[in-house]
């Protein structure tokens, strides 16, 4: 009797051990919620002082502390680790501020975090500047990133889309404000156009006017047509949109110089630079301009189109440098971007401050997206696995850059979206002759309006 209860309590943990293994690998979360972060929040409290010794970021207390720790306790001082905050369960990992000690600066916190990790036992520590002298330590318990699922909370608002998630568990929004134009890259089968069927549906719940252009026939962009305000398919149909955009922006300048033109004692507040110091009755819609391939407008063959490439270059430059104060802004989609394309690529990707990178084919085309902005980016956008589409990194011109996956959506649901959201197109009379033809749906009958009889003499 002995020994089958000896056999049923080993059976048990080895039940018990295996069960937790395959919930590690199969549920995460769940895995993390029940055992990871029991464990990883014993560890912390039991290691801490000395974890932050071993990292150095640790320093010598003040005398007034060493003389009353020698008075009370006649023990040997120690260095003083940074003050730490209340510990905040999450669903993903754990949140935690620290109080930085004299001396210290977010820095050496941040070039201690692969350490923190391995002692913690969790999957990555992320540094964030709360204000000076305190930093917030996030701890993720497993990898976001391998099955995306979205934040239900986040900072939304107007031209502010949640795209995807980052790799601290905060969701990447894509504020067009904050960041006017962007450039995305990404090779065939990367999730470039998962990544632009986010933004789109994102956008196709607020009242802006969306605007493609794609010179593939339409084979990305036209699913969305019900949405859509304007939308070109071949470069023709580019290069007579894009004059229009232009004229439409011009339009926009003289509105807001009407309005700095003002008598001279009317308030400060009614002052304005760009369209959104209009009053609301005034303020045009926002455009955001869609291109996909952006190749194909620079790409020619003959003369004649060489000087449609010229033309169309100088419109989307011109957008670029002065479409953020008129409300209309950029999404630039392509494999591949740069000098080799031709006159006015290089200038047009100085004035795209955003940069998002998939997996590209070379590491030039890296070093074309996030090169000018941070050397270490374009080492994280090089190690993109083909098994993992939609993951992409993200940069701005300020240097800073993180991983971001973007969730899957199927082009269904997106045209759905685009459909039901068709009334909330704002009406901008200048993209109206370039409006996508819609076919209407079709009504399904539920029966026969008449019973057919036969003809009697």
């Not at 905060?170 to 998962?194: I, N, Q």
Request: hydrophobic share 45%; glycine share 8%.
């Amino acid at each position: 009797m002995t020994d089958l209860v000896t056999w049923a309590e080993l059976g048990g943990s080895l039940a018990a051990v295996g069960g937790a293994a395959y919930a590690r690998h199969a549920y995460p979360a769940a895995y993390w919620s029940t055992v990871g972060l029991p464990l990883s929040v014993a560890r912390l409290l039991a290691s801490y002082s000395s974890t932050m010794d071993a990292c150095g970021l640790t320093v010598e207390p003040s005398r007034w502390r060493a003389l009353a720790v020698r008075a009370t306790t006649r023990r040997e001082v120690r260095p003083v680790p940074p003050r730490r905050g209340v510990i905040r369960p999450t669903t993903t990992g754990l949140r935690m501020r620290l109080r930085l000690a004299p001396g210290q600066e977010p820095a050496d916190v941040a070039a201690s975090a692969e350490r923190l990790r391995h002692a913690w036992g969790v999957h990555a520590v992320h540094v964030r500047d709360v204000k000076p002298g305190v930093v917030e330590l996030r701890l993720v318990g497993f990898d976001v990133l391998r099955k995306v699922r979205m934040p239900r909370r986040f900072d939304g608002g107007p031209l502010r889309i949640p795209v995807a998630l980052r790799e601290d568990a905060t969701a990447f929004l894509r504020d067009y404000r904050a960041v006017p134009h962007e450039l995305v890259l990404g090779a065939t089968l990367s999730g470039k156009s998962m990544y632009l069927r986010n933004l789109l549906t994102g956008l196709a719940a607020q009242p802006v006017a969306l605007v493609g252009v794609d010179c593939k026939r339409g084979v990305e962009l036209a699913p969305f047509a019900p949405r859509l305000s304007a939308l070109a398919t071949d470069p023709d149909q580019a290069a007579e949109l894009l004059p229009a955009l232009v004229k439409e922006m011009e339009n926009r300048y003289d509105l807001i110089k009407a309005r700095q033109g003002i008598a001279p004692g009317t308030p400060e507040e009614l002052i304005t630079s760009d369209v959104w110091g209009l009053p609301e009755d005034e303020r045009p819609a926002p455009i955001v301009l869609f291109i996909d391939e952006v190749a194909e407008l620079f790409l020619v063959a003959t003369r004649k189109e060489e000087e449609r490439r010229d033309e169309m270059v100088t419109h989307l430059i011109r957008l670029a440098q002065l479409g953020r104060a008129a409300g209309i802004y950029l999404e630039v989609c392509g494999q591949r971007f740069g000098a080799e394309l031709g006159k006015g690529a290089t200038m047009l990707r100085a004035q795209l401050t955003g940069r998002v990178c998939h997996r590209v084919n070379d590491e030039a085309s890296a070093k074309m997206a996030l090169g000018d902005i941070a050397p270490e980016a374009v080492l994280a956008a090089c190690a993109i696995a083909p098994e993992l589409p939609g993951l992409a990194v993200v940069g701005d011109t300020s240097g800073g850059w993180s991983r971001i996956r973007t969730p899957y959506l199927s082009l269904a649901d997106a045209a759905a979206t685009c459909r039901a959201t068709a009334d909330l197109a704002p009406d901008v009379p200048a993209l109206d002759p370039f409006r996508p033809y819609v076919p209407p749906m079709p009504v399904e009958a539920s029966g026969p309006v008449a019973t057919a009889r036969p003809v009697t003499e």
